[in-house]
């Protein structure tokens, strides 16, 4: 079965629990997948979803944390083993019979001198955002995939350079590589995730971590204390999203973040009446009921309780605040760049963002007429919530819209005498029926892009 991605998370979560999800993980061994295709296997039994295992529907974001370059090629090949040189600069061998993964029969860092001839192949760059990932992401959340992006254990790296034995003997012999290496990870990862995250959330993080050896674990508390945790602790609050909005946790793993975006709730600014929204079902097949059936009344229904919505139509104000000081304390390596990015996204869904209930029968999708941006180093936010204390009245040739607007402009010119700090600046977009202009100091703005890029600019402005 097909998992969708709103299905995973629930489960994983702990939001739902129909069933357990059974699925596959190693996959056919090296080679049967050409003996299966030549006996005509199908491209589904091949990745076994023909067999009723569950598969997440992933995607998997063109980036990459891990080490880059490097060329992949077999030097030997025999009918029981392949030899090849991969991406590290090993030698690996595979047997063909036996295994899935081939294993390193050499390793490219023994001391720091190693190590610092292949460490800038872990420094950030550019190039490790693939042309288009944040567009292909978007196109496969809209699918329902899983946002998936992967990042380098904090053992598992340094074993792929050194080889299990040196690594292990490294935490005691030569702690200085091991810290330096995982810094150099764990930086890189960090500002990679600071820069997709401002595009697009993702989903999942998976780091790909392998402690054990035949007899236990490799390493213990204090190793995963003292060097590995470092690695992940970036991660635990990369994402924009998260910063903005906060993460409540019960698990000492993942740590809780303070949201630094605060959003009321809309309210309407006149009286409303609340409509129902309900349907009714009715039998017109009665003629075909059988002949010895003493009751053709037919069956009749009418929707209440879960079938049965309510709506309304008004002008509703929406208020929220943001803190850029608590944003950049959550992501200390923001960039004023990213924090731009950041401020843009959030006006933008503010403006934009329509609930997605029920579009298919109201398709409600009407533009804000009056948007207020107030920005301010001091700690002082304002809501004009009180403008609306007294319901605005409509009636006829009264234009609620038109109303609404001018009351939240008295009310601004009135309280932001008082109480606005000294160096706020303002932007007003003001269109349509809502066109009005504020006595108080103010930029107008054409439109929504301009609108956004001066309150951009204006935030991480100096």
Request: some cysteine; hydrophobic content about 45%; charged content about 25%.
């Amino acid at each position: 079965m097909e998992i969708l991605r709103d299905h995973y998370l629930d489960y994983m979560l702990f939001n739902r629990a129909d069933r357990p999800l059974f699925v596959e993980l190693m996959g056919p061994l090296v080679g049967l997948d050409a003996e299966w295709r030549a006996q005509g296997a199908s491209e589904e039994e091949i990745a076994l979803t023909a067999f009723g295992f569950d598969h997440v529907r992933l995607h998997h974001l063109g980036v990459s944390a891990g080490l880059m370059g490097g060329e992949d090629r077999v030097i030997e090949e025999t009918p029981d083993h392949i030899i090849r040189m991969d991406r590290y600069g090993r030698r690996a061998m595979l047997c063909k019979k036996t295994a899935k993964i081939p294993l390193p029969l050499d390793h490219p860092v023994t001391d720091m001198d190693s190590w610092l001839k292949i460490k800038p192949r872990y420094a950030y760059s550019a190039d490790r955002i693939q042309d288009g990932c944040v567009e292909a992401a978007r196109r496969a959340r809209n699918d329902d995939s899983l946002l998936v992006a992967h990042i380098p254990g904090g053992f598992d790296e340094p074993r792929q350079l050194m080889g299990e034995e040196a690594l292990c003997m490294a935490y005691y012999d030569d702690p200085e590589l091991i810290h330096d290496m995982l810094e150099t990870i764990g930086a890189t990862a960090e500002r990679l995730f600071d820069a997709i995250s401002c595009e697009v959330v993702i989903d999942q993080l998976s780091v790909h971590e392998d402690l054990a050896g035949k007899s236990g674990s490799l390493v213990g508390p204090p190793q995963i204390a003292e060097f590995i945790k470092q690695a992940t602790e970036a991660s635990q609050s990369l994402t924009v999203d998260i910063g903005l909005f906060g993460r409540m946790t019960t698990s000492d793993l993942v740590v809780n973040v303070e949201a630094s975006c605060q959003v009321a709730h809309a309210l309407n600014t006149h009286e409303t009446i609340i409509e129902s929204d309900y349907f009714t079902a009715m039998d017109d097949k009665k003629d075909a009921f059988a002949a010895n059936q003493t009751e053709k009344a037919g069956a009749a229904f009418l929707g209440s309780g879960d079938t049965e919505t309510f709506f309304n139509a008004a002008v509703y104000y929406k208020y929220l605040n943001l803190d850029l000081d608590a944003l950049r304390k959550h992501l200390p390596s923001l960039s004023d760049e990213g924090a731009a990015k950041a401020v843009k996204a959030l006006v933008t869904a503010a403006a934009l963002a329509t609930p997605t209930g029920k579009q298919n029968s109201f398709a409600s999708h009407s533009a804000p007429e009056l948007i207020l941006v107030e920005v301010s180093k001091t700690k002082r936010p304002l809501t004009y919530a009180n403008a609306f204390l007294q319901s605005v009245e409509g009636g006829a040739g009264r234009n609620l819209m038109t109303m609404s607007a001018k009351a939240l402009q008295e009310y601004v010119d009135s309280v932001a005498a008082a109480f606005a700090p000294a160096d706020v600046r303002r932007i007003l977009l003001a269109v349509g029926h809502a066109k009005v202009a504020l006595k108080s100091k103010s930029e107008a703005a054409a439109t929504l892009d301009d609108l956004v890029a001066s309150v951009a600019k204006i935030s991480v402005a100096k």
